[in-house]
C-alpha cells in the first residue's frame, strides 16, 4: 500500500506504527459489521445486534437533542462515528496480540482534531463567518480586546483537554492490566480487565458527550 503512493518507510519489515494497523483494524471491523448488520435489518424480526445498535443510535439521538436541541438529530451521524469509532478502539486493547490505538497520544488527537473542525463548520454554516466570529467578540463591543483573547484560548484548549482525557485514561488502564497480567496471571486480571470495559465505554461516552456540548455552543442562537 505504501509503494502506491511511493512512499520509502525507514524500516522495511515494520513499515506502519502499530497504533496506525489498529486503527485500519478497527475501521475494518466497523465496515465489515455495518456491512453485516445492513442486509440483516428487519423491522418484522430484528436480530440481538440490530437491537443494541438501535439502543445506541436511540441513546446517541436523545442526547444530542438534549445539549442541542430539536434539531441536534442532524449531527448524531457524526456523533455516532466518533462514538463507536472511539469505543472500538478502547475495546480493541482487551483481545491478546492488540493494542489499544487510542493509548497513544496521536490518536485521540486525530479525533480531537476531527471534532474540532466539525463543530466550527457546522457553526460557520449555521450563522455564516460573520455571525459565528461574533461569539468570539462577547456580549458588549466594549469587551472585546479581552474576550477574543479568552475564546481563542478557550477554543484552542479544548482539543488539547480531549486528547489529554482519553489518551491519559487508556494508557493507564492499558499498563495496570499489563502490570497484574504479569504478577497475577490468573482470575484477579479479570476484574481488571472488566474494569478497562467500563472505562473504555465511559470514556468514549465523555469524549461524545463534549463534542455534542461544543456542537452545541456552536450552532446556538442568541435570543
Same mark, same amino acid.
Given at each position: 500500500?505504501?509503494?502506491?503512493?511511493?512512499?520509502?518507510?525507514?524500516?522495511?519489515?515494520?513499515?506502519?506504527?502499530?497504533? $496506525?494497523?489498529?486503527?485500519?483494524?478497527?475501521?475494518?471491523?466497523?465496515?465489515?459489521l455495518?456491512?453485516?448488520?445492513r442486509?440483516?435489518? +428487519?423491522?418484522?424480526?430484528?436480530?440481538?445486534?440490530?437491537h443494541?445498535?438501535?439502543?445506541?443510535?436511540?441513546?446517541?439521538?436523545?442526547?444530542?437533542?438534549?445539549?442541542?436541541g430539536?434539531?441536534? +438529530?442532524?449531527?448524531? /451521524?457524526?456523533?455516532?462515528?466518533?462514538?463507536?469509532?472511539?469505543?472500538?478502539? *478502547?475495546?480493541?486493547?482487551?483481545?491478546?496480540?492488540?493494542?489499544?490505538?487510542?493509548?497513544?497520544?496521536?490518536?485521540?488527537?486525530?479525533?480531537?482534531? /476531527?471534532?474540532?473542525?466539525?463543530?466550527?463548520?457546522?457553526?460557520?454554516?449555521?450563522?455564516?463567518?460573520g455571525?459565528? %466570529? /461574533?461569539?468570539?467578540?462577547?456580549?458588549?463591543p466594549?469587551?472585546?480586546?479581552?474576550?477574543i483573547?479568552?475564546? %481563542?484560548?478557550?477554543?484552542?484548549?479544548?482539543?488539547?483537554s480531549?486528547?489529554?482525557?482519553?489518551?491519559? *485514561?487508556?494508557? /493507564?488502564?492499558e499498563?495496570?492490566?499489563? $502490570?497484574?497480567?504479569?504478577?497475577?496471571? %490468573?482470575? $484477579?486480571?479479570?476484574?481488571?480487565?472488566?474494569?478497562?470495559?467500563?472505562? +473504555?465505554?465511559?470514556?468514549?461516552?465523555?469524549?461524545?458527550?463534549?463534542?455534542?456540548?461544543?456542537?452545541?455552543?456552536?450552532?446556538?442562537?442568541?435570543?
Amino acid at each position: 500500500m505504501l509503494g502506491l503512493f511511493n512512499v520509502h518507510a525507514a524500516n522495511a519489515a515494520r513499515p506502519w506504527a502499530n497504533f $496506525v494497523t489498529m486503527q485500519i483494524v478497527v475501521a475494518l471491523i466497523l465496515v465489515v459489521l455495518f456491512a453485516v448488520l445492513r442486509s440483516r435489518l +428487519s423491522p418484522d424480526r430484528p436480530g440481538k445486534a440490530q437491537h443494541i445498535f438501535e439502543l445506541i443510535y436511540n441513546f446517541l439521538r436523545g442526547t444530542s437533542e438534549e445539549q442541542i436541541g430539536h434539531h441536534g +438529530s442532524r449531527y448524531v /451521524a457524526f456523533f455516532g462515528t466518533i462514538f463507536l469509532f472511539i469505543l472500538f478502539a *478502547n475495546l480493541l486493547g482487551i483481545i491478546p496480540g492488540f493494542e489499544s490505538p487510542t493509548m497513544f497520544p496521536y490518536v485521540p488527537a486525530g479525533c480531537a482534531l /476531527a471534532a474540532f473542525a466539525y463543530y466550527n463548520v457546522m457553526g460557520v454554516k449555521e450563522h455564516g463567518v460573520g455571525k459565528y %466570529l /461574533a461569539h468570539f467578540v462577547g456580549p458588549m463591543p466594549l469587551l472585546a480586546p479581552l474576550m477574543i483573547p479568552i475564546e %481563542l484560548i478557550s477554543h484552542m484548549a479544548r482539543p488539547l483537554s480531549l486528547t489529554i482525557r482519553l489518551f491519559a *485514561n487508556m494508557y /493507564a488502564g492499558e499498563q495496570v492490566t499489563l $502490570v497484574f497480567l504479569g504478577l497475577v496471571p %490468573l482470575v $484477579v486480571p479479570v476484574a481488571f480487565m472488566g474494569l478497562h470495559v467500563f472505562v +473504555s465505554i465511559l470514556q468514549a461516552y465523555i469524549f461524545t458527550l463534549l463534542t455534542m456540548i461544543y456542537v452545541g455552543a456552536a450552532v446556538a442562537h442568541e435570543h
